[in-house]
């Protein structure tokens, strides 16, 4: 059974500084990799997709890494904001022989302070 | 603007009713999904469906029902049945069923809260 991790669960920097936020999984026979936002109260939104195929995705200050055979990822944020405080949450692609499942990490809280 | 609306935003259920929520989506999206998520705790795959008339149970559908009569549509009935039904529900669609897996977006998000 698939499991993702997410270290740690909540963190709090200063504006400017860049940060890792990290993502294990345990079954490396995935598919993608996708990294979401999560405001509070409110829906995901999907920042970066990697297909098992790619080592890595950019987005402006967005920056994720892929793993696959470790069973790892990183999202770096670049020069953080106080704008991109939210919970960010990991989730793999993984087929069950019938659909594709997504399995979600429980996510890093990240706060930017002024 | 295409998405994905979720409705109501916040209800309030009394022990032993079931309720609906509805979920709606203009993007053309085959797949759709109900997922349940609890404080400190990731997203949960209540039920999915790839196609009209078809649907799946995911991890926790136990409580649950759904009906997939529509592409559009994909509402999800709380039961009385459901033990333990406060939680945020948020709906999902992706636009094919490929192995490889597609953008997944999501709806606002719905809380439910018995009273």
């Known amino acids: 059974k698939q499991e993702v991790t997410q270290i740690p669960a909540a963190l709090s920097v200063p504006e400017g500084e860049n940060l890792v936020l990290n993502c294990s999984f345990t079954?490396?026979?995935?598919?993608?990799l996708q990294w979401f936002r999560q405001d509070p109260g409110k829906g995901l939104t999907s920042l970066l997709l990697?297909?098992?195929?790619?080592r890595e995705q950019t987005s402006g200050r967005l920056n994720a890494s892929l793993d696959k055979s470790s069973g790892r990822s990183t999202l770096y944020i670049a020069a953080s904001q106080p704008g991109d405080s939210a919970t960010y949450l990991c989730?793999?692609?993984?087929?069950?022989?019938?659909?594709?499942?997504?399995?979600f990490g429980t996510g890093t809280r990240l706060q930017v302070t002024l | 603007d295409g998405g994905i609306t979720q409705s109501p935003k916040y209800l309030f259920r009394k022990e032993g009713q079931n309720v609906t929520l509805s979920c709606e989506q203009n993007?053309?999206?085959?797949?759709m999904y109900w997922y349940r998520q609890d404080p400190g705790q990731g997203l949960r795959l209540i039920y999915y469906?790839?196609?009209?008339?078809?649907?799946q149970k995911g991890d926790i559908a136990e409580g649950y029902s759904v009906s997939r009569e529509k592409k559009e549509s994909f509402p999800l009935t709380v039961t009385s049945a459901q033990k333990n039904p406060t939680a945020f529900y948020l709906c999902?669609?992706?636009?094919?069923?490929?192995?490889?897996?597609?953008?997944?977006?999501f709806g606002e998000g719905s809380w439910l809260t018995v009273v």
């Open positions: 993007l053309n999206h085959d797949a």
């Open positions: 989730a793999v692609t993984s087929w069950t022989g019938t659909a594709s499942k997504l399995t």
């Open positions: 990697i297909q098992s195929s790619q």
């Open positions: 469906s790839q196609i009209v008339n078809d649907f």
């Open positions: 079954d490396s026979a995935i598919y993608n």
């Open positions: 999902a669609s992706s636009a094919v069923r490929e192995r490889r897996g597609n953008t997944i977006y």
